[in-house]
């Protein structure tokens, strides 16, 4: 009778552990033995043995039994290589914006730069209410221990800066597919596809005889924004990845107590070596190049960031970081885009506009022109939770100037972060911005309307509504901040009476105002 229950109730746990949802590690060793199966088919094996359900030979038997079959699943459930090691990860936002410009005056003719008018589109804007979106994914997989490969995607509508800038016909605009700084799609346009551009694309070494070092390629994270207070996006939109190569270097000079964090970095801004020409002259056997294109270098930017870091007490981090960025090979479309979004004069050293001024200027370049502007960042924060995490309190202040520039060159920032968002971060900041304190064409496309010469205020306020989703708000307000021009040469305030084929100085903004509500969902 024995031997018939025992046969039976052996059928029966066969029969049960090889239809078993499994968990736990299934090639678990027991003592050396072998691959074990898992923890909950072991111990109704075990169980059984004991009641005397199974003999000790029949006990082993289902035991080796099931742990082949758990192994054999396992292996044929695994996923190929070449999708193993990936980590996936992405948010999506959806905004309702308010820009309010001030009112459109129909009846009078409009003047750039005094007028409500959008420099950049040569657009009225007025009071507009619009609906926006931003989608996000992206990847990452470890290829070796020490090389990690990295792939983001993200929306982007196209853009164009320099626009106004004309000499003779010639245009001084570029366009672009997608917007450098700016990752939104607005709604509408009949329903029509949004666009989505490669965002990210970037190969990272840290070897592990180094892990304190870092070296990352290609379409990259921007390496220079801090990840301790907010406020950092007058230097750099916080939606530009930068193109180039980045390294990395964190030494402990106390661990967790005191360290530095140093940081350098190549980025390509563009790539032009095609001239435009004129025509073939017989009598002089030349050909004429037509402007700009003569002009056109391939610029780029070396920047170098040094941070140092501490931790006095368990409830206060300090930090202090000064960045020196030398952005080399302005060409004339490049320095038109910066002038149209508030730099100028001497804001690029050997500024390739002036070529255009005539040889009976003394700003006259006769040649190849090669503009170069240099700029000098200090910023400091010191983090604070006496009262926990939930309550920190987050002061910051950064100081920006090009320090080229003769005039109206400097710039700087000063704010809290309050809270996080588990209950509510608040984040106040004002900021004062010459038209010469930062390169125009990096600054936040948001705050203060994208451009230089202004001040303001930025407020912001978030929270978690629950796990990866979150509400934000956003208020901006901006103001001009210098009317005139303070150079004493009239040529290097771009003035329109005495520089005809130079934009008119540009008054970048009246009283404008912009409220933003995000609804963020990180996955």
Not at 20 to 39: F, I, K, N
Not at 121 to 144: F, P, Y
Not at 263 to 270: C, G, K, Y
């Amino acid at each position: 009778m024995r031997r018939r229950l025992s046969w039976t109730t052996r059928a029966l746990a066969a029969a049960w552990l090889a239809t078993a949802q499994v968990s736990g590690p299934a090639r678990a060793e027991q003592e050396g033995d072998g691959p074990a199966p898992s923890p909950a088919a072991a111990e109704m094996l075990e169980s059984m043995r004991e009641k005397g359900l199974l003999t000790e030979d029949e006990y082993e038997e289902l035991y080796r039994r099931q742990a082949k079959y758990e192994s054999q699943h396992n292996d044929e459930s695994k996923l190929p290589g070449w999708l193993q090691n990936w980590t996936f990860g992405g948010d999506v936002r959806f905004r309702v914006e308010n820009r309010n410009f001030g009112d459109l005056p129909f009846d009078q003719t409009y003047h750039l730069g005094s007028d409500n008018v959008d420099v950049i589109t040569n657009r009225g804007l007025g009071d507009e209410t619009r609906a926006r979106l931003r989608l996000r994914l992206g990847a990452e997989k470890q290829v070796v221990e020490s090389l990690t490969f990295g792939v983001r995607i993200a929306t982007s509508s196209e853009s164009s800066f320099g626009t106004y800038f004309n000499a003779g016909g010639t245009s001084f605009g570029s366009s672009f597919p997608s917007d450098p700084r700016s990752e939104n799609v607005t709604f509408g346009d009949f329903f029509s596809a949004k666009s989505i551009f490669v965002d990210r694309l970037y190969l990272r070494w840290q070897p592990s005889f180094a892990p304190s070092f870092a070296l990352t390629a290609g379409k990259i994270p921007n390496p220079f924004v801090s990840d301790h207070f907010s406020g950092d996006f007058l230097v750099w939109d916080n939606d530009i990845q930068p193109e180039g190569v980045a390294a990395r270097y964190r030494f402990d000079f106390i661990d967790e107590k005191l360290w530095m964090d140093a940081r350098s970095a190549f980025f390509t801004l563009q790539e032009r070596d095609i001239i435009t020409l004129n025509g073939f002259d017989s009598t002089t056997n030349t050909v004429d190049p037509v402007l700009p294109d003569i002009d056109q270098q391939n610029p780029f930017l070396i920047g170098f960031q040094g941070g140092l870091y501490a931790r006095p007490l368990p409830w206060l981090q300090p930090g202090v970081r000064v960045s020196y960025y030398d952005l080399q090979g302005i060409g004339t479309r490049l320095a038109a885009a910066m002038e149209d979004l508030g730099n100028g004069g001497t804001a690029i050293d050997k500024n390739p506009l002036f070529r255009l001024l005539g040889p009976t200027n003394p700003l006259f370049e006769n040649g190849k022109s090669d503009g170069r502007t240099k700029e000098l960042v200090v910023d400091a924060y010191a983090t604070m939770t006496p009262w926990g995490e939930r309550w920190s309190i987050t002061p910051f202040f950064q100081w920006m100037s090009l320090i080229d520039a003769n005039s109206e060159n400097d710039g700087f920032a000063v704010g809290a972060d309050l809270g996080t968002p588990d209950f509510l971060k608040l984040t106040v900041m004002y900021a004062w911005i010459g038209r010469n304190a930062t390169i125009s064409l990096f600054t936040d496309s948001d705050a203060y309307e994208g451009l230089t010469n202004v001040k303001g205020w930025y407020v912001a306020a978030e929270r978690n509504l629950t796990k990866g989703v979150r509400l934000r708000g956003a208020y901006m307000l901006s103001h001009q901040l210098q009317a005139n021009c303070d150079e004493n040469v009239d040529a290097l305030c771009d003035t329109a009476t005495s520089v005809k084929v130079l934009a008119p100085y540009r008054q970048t903004t009246l009283d404008r105002s912009r409220w933003q509500l995000d609804l963020l969902v990180d996955f």
